[in-house]
């Protein structure tokens, strides 16, 4: 009897990764999953903290298609060793602060210590050449597969007839010609396969798999390395980022302020940490102050706070005011009208 191969897939969430597994399993391979927590990743905490999102369905989409595959899914905590491929990525950022190239190596890297630890023979992942820009071209294919370290124990099931055979196709263990030739932007082929295998459902993220991708994300990242003169992160740095409307009124302090309901019970939670403002006469926003603040600054941001309160037409709002060590006092300030908030404050 011919012995087992197994593989570890690596599981966004997404539907390429899952097809990819799929294909594999299929064949009689033995596949695991892994997903790696990058603190960064779009999955289900800032959908459970919006109340707007409260009807959505909340799930964790990477454990939700190991479910589907049937699979066993093994999450990896790499938010330390990740800093590094976000603040020093070797091959550059794509459109925004997103370092594709190097995140799709670090991961496979990742992936492959896994398997050397756990006795798997190789990797999947759900690439395909063309699919994106800057990670997925034909060129970073094999960029991918030597700078990991994986090199063809790295088999893409979605485009591998379009790349050089693999280990795993050379030793027999997966069938080339059941494997795929996708290539191109075009999701038509994926949904093709998703429906044979009677996938419905799947997360369809639009620009990628994480916050690093969005626009607005990265210049509120890209602020406070500046703001901070360095270039480092913690968690909760990054977890701030996703939640609330951003200003920065002045370049010593920037106002984390809560949008709705949901947001202002999340920034609760953070309040010990900084100095933080709230309405009492009116309801409104809980608003946290990122920085140093002068009795001026702290006027300013009560103002602002009023301004995004329900008395904002009001003559006078009451906003109570508590520093880090939790004293707290109140100051009866005026809203800032809308005019006199530059666009250059928001982040
Ligand atoms: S979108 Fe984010 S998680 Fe996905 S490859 Fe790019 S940097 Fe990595």
Redesign the pocket.
């Known amino acids: 009897m011919t012995e087992q191969r197994k593989a570890v897939a690596l599981i ?1 969430g997404g539907l390429d990764s899952m097809l990819a597994a799929r294909v594999v399993m299929d064949q009689g391979v033995q596949v695991e999953g892994i997903n790696f927590f ?1 603190g ?1 990743c779009v999955e289900g905490h800032t959908h459970a903290i919006r109340k707007k999102d409260r009807d959505r369905v909340k799930r964790n989409n990477a454990l939700w298609v190991a479910e589907q595959l049937g699979i066993k899914l093994h999450i990896v905590d790499v938010i330390e060793e990740y800093k590094d491929v976000v603040i020093n990525p070797k091959h550059g950022y ?1 459109a925004h602060l ?3 190239l190097d ?2 190596i670090f ?1 496979v890297h990742k992936a492959l210590e896994w398997t050397q630890a756990n006795g798997f023979d190789f990797i999947i992942t759900g690439e395909v050449i063309g699919q994106r820009p800057k ?1 997925q071209r034909r060129e970073t294919m094999p960029v991918v597969a030597r700078e990991s370290g994986a090199d063809d124990r790295l088999l893409r099931p979605l485009c591998a007839r379009n790349l050089p055979p693999t280990l795993p196709e050379r030793e027999g263990w997966v069938d080339r010609e059941r494997l795929h030739d996708f290539s191109g932007r075009s999701r038509k082929p994926q949904m093709a396969l998703a429906a044979q295998f009677g996938f419905k459902d799947y997360a369809q993220p639009a ?4 916050f ?2 969005d626009e607005q994300y990265s210049v509120k990242l890209a602020d406070l390395w500046k703001t901070r003169g360095t270039r480092r992160y913690e968690l909760d740095d990054i977890m701030l980022l996703k939640v609330g409307r951003h200003l920065r009124p002045r370049p010593h302090f920037k106002l984390i302020v809560g949008r709705e309901e949901g947001e202002n019970r999340f920034l609760e939670g953070y309040r010990k940490q900084f100095t933080h403002f709230r309405p009492v006469s009116h309801n409104g926003p809980l608003v946290l102050l990122d920085g140093e603040a002068g009795e001026e600054d702290l006027e300013l941001a009560a103002r602002l706070t009023a301004r995004y309160s329900q008395g904002r037409s009001a003559d006078s709002v009451r906003v109570e005011v508590t520093d880090r060590a939790g004293a707290s006092r109140l100051l009866d300030v005026t809203p800032l009208p809308a005019a006199s908030v530059p666009r250059e404050w928001h982040l």
């Open positions: 966004s990058t960064f794509g997103n370092p594709c995140c799709k991961m990670s620009g990628g798999c994480c690093l991708t």
